[in-house]
């Protein structure tokens, strides 16, 4: 009896190279499962000392011998470790990043990442019904005071790529009082202070919140010229006589007419001559430009009320309906950018 056999038709050069771009992006979440997974195991600070096989990584953290191999595998062939023979070590982009001793620790940030896992994989709900589901209510939810803590810690690891860039671009010279609008960890106010010695700040944000920030506040050492004050900024008037106000990643969590709302609050707490300063992952006017602009955008779909990466022309046109001047936008990274305007 014959047997005919069927071969599947080769794929088209062009149609392989479409199919192989939606594999990618379909599959982009292995990345960074693989770098959550390794983080929280502490892969990375069990190589920290000295170069070790998967066995002995295995044995130290009280993993499975053959999935902890399998993982550093795949850790190395992202660059994240190297491989020389059966020995693992930390690569230079580890050292660097991934290790407690690293000069840009991102643990924490890491660790905010894989919490907002939960609100991502629930985007198909979002979009149909147009806002998140009460955290209380997806899958095996995070606690939620450790939830805070790594993000407002997360906060701190990530403003410190971008505080001193700004601090610098800024002319802190005759700045006395210094107003963070939902400043988190305080991060910016630490960098502005070391750059002007008569400089005091206040950091304005929830009471959870600045529990966190006075540890950060005393750890370095700026308890005589930076304060907290409890409060929130989308109900609370915010206190007034301020050379400088900053309002750094806090838009984008809010609908448009509340980020109009924020920004005449933030214009109205200075005095005439001071500045205004708006931190943003800010879009371009086509919306998908920078990409992770744009992905950060559908990151604000998933985990808030309403929130959005924004235009520049967005945020400028807030900052003139504030009665602001000499309006300025400057980009700090390749996704975010900072805006100055002054009050008159």
């Given at each position: 009896?014959?047997?005919?056999?069927?071969?599947?038709?080769?794929?088209?050069?062009?149609?392989?190279?479409?199919?192989?771009?939606?594999?990618?992006?379909?599959r982009?979440?292995?990345?960074a499962?693989?770098?959550?997974?390794?983080?929280?195991?502490?892969?990375?600070?069990?190589?920290?000392?000295?170069?070790?096989?998967?066995?002995?990584?295995?044995?130290?953290?009280?993993?499975?011998?053959?999935?902890?191999?399998?993982?550093?595998?795949?850790?190395?062939?992202?660059?994240?470790?190297?491989?020389?023979?059966?020995?693992?070590?930390?690569?230079?982009?580890?050292?660097?990043?991934?290790?407690?001793?690293?000069?840009?620790?991102?643990?924490?940030?890491?660790?905010?990442?894989?919490?907002?896992?939960?609100?991502?994989?629930?985007?198909?709900?979002?979009?149909?019904h147009?806002?998140p589901?009460?955290?209380?209510?997806?899958?095996?939810?995070?606690?939620?005071?450790?939830?805070?803590?790594?993000?407002?810690?997360?906060?701190?690891?990530?403003?410190?790529?971008?505080?001193?860039?700004?601090?610098?671009?800024?002319?802190?010279?005759?700045?006395?009082?210094?107003?963070?609008?939902?400043?988190?960890p305080?991060?910016?106010?630490?960098?502005?202070?070391?750059?002007?010695?008569?400089?005091?700040?206040?950091?304005?944000?929830?009471?959870?919140t600045?529990?966190?920030?006075?540890?950060?506040i005393?750890?370095?050492?700026?308890?005589?010229?930076?304060?907290?004050?409890?409060?929130?900024?989308?109900v609370?008037?915010?206190?007034?006589?301020?050379?400088?106000?900053?309002?750094?990643?806090?838009?984008?969590?809010?609908?448009?007419?509340?980020?109009?709302?924020?920004?005449?609050?933030?214009?109205?707490?200075?005095?005439?001559?001071?500045?205004?300063?708006?931190?943003?992952?800010?879009?371009?006017?086509?919306?998908?430009?920078?990409?992770?602009?744009?992905?950060?955008?559908?990151?604000?779909?998933?985990?808030?009320?309403?929130?959005?990466?924004?235009?520049?022309?967005?945020?400028?046109?807030?900052?003139?309906?504030a009665?602001?001047q000499?309006?300025?936008?400057?980009?700090?990274?390749?996704?975010?950018?900072?805006?100055?305007g002054?009050?008159?």
């Open positions: 009896m014959g047997v005919t056999l069927c071969r599947r038709r080769a794929m088209p050069q062009n149609h392989k190279s479409h199919a192989e771009y939606i594999n990618e992006l379909m982009g979440y292995w990345k499962a693989i770098l959550f997974c390794a983080n929280d195991l502490g892969i990375f600070e069990a190589l920290a000392d000295e170069p070790k096989t998967a066995d002995q990584v295995a044995q130290r953290l009280g993993t499975d011998p053959r999935a902890t191999a399998m993982l550093m595998n795949a850790l190395a062939a992202l660059k994240l470790l190297e491989k020389n023979g059966d020995l693992f070590s930390n690569s230079e982009t580890a050292n660097q990043c991934l290790v407690p001793s690293a000069p840009y620790h991102m643990d924490n940030l890491i660790r905010h990442s894989r919490n907002c896992w939960w609100s991502w994989g629930d985007l198909s709900y979002v979009v149909r147009g806002k589901r009460h955290p209380a209510t997806l899958p095996t939810p995070p606690d939620e005071a450790q939830r805070t803590r790594a993000f407002i810690l997360g906060m701190h690891d990530t403003a410190s790529f971008t505080a001193d860039l700004m601090m610098d671009r800024l002319d802190l010279s005759r700045v006395r009082r210094m107003l963070d609008v939902g400043g988190g305080g991060t910016y106010c630490y960098a502005a202070a070391k750059r002007n010695k008569e400089l005091h700040a206040t950091i304005f944000d929830l009471p959870t600045l529990e966190i920030t006075k540890e950060l005393k750890k370095y050492g700026f308890e005589d010229r930076i304060t907290t004050l409890a409060g929130d900024f989308t609370d008037e915010l206190p007034k006589g301020y050379d400088l106000v900053l309002m750094s990643q806090i838009l984008h969590s809010y609908p448009p007419d509340q980020c109009e709302k924020l920004v005449k609050s933030g214009a109205d707490s200075l005095v005439s001559g001071g500045t205004l300063v708006i931190h943003e992952f800010a879009l371009e006017e086509n919306r998908i430009e920078p990409l992770e602009a744009a992905l950060f955008s559908v990151n604000m779909l998933v985990n808030t009320d309403g929130g959005a990466a924004y235009t520049k022309s967005e945020i400028l046109g807030w900052m003139q309906s009665g602001l000499n309006l300025t936008v400057e980009q700090i990274t390749p996704r975010s950018a900072m805006f100055t002054q009050k008159p």
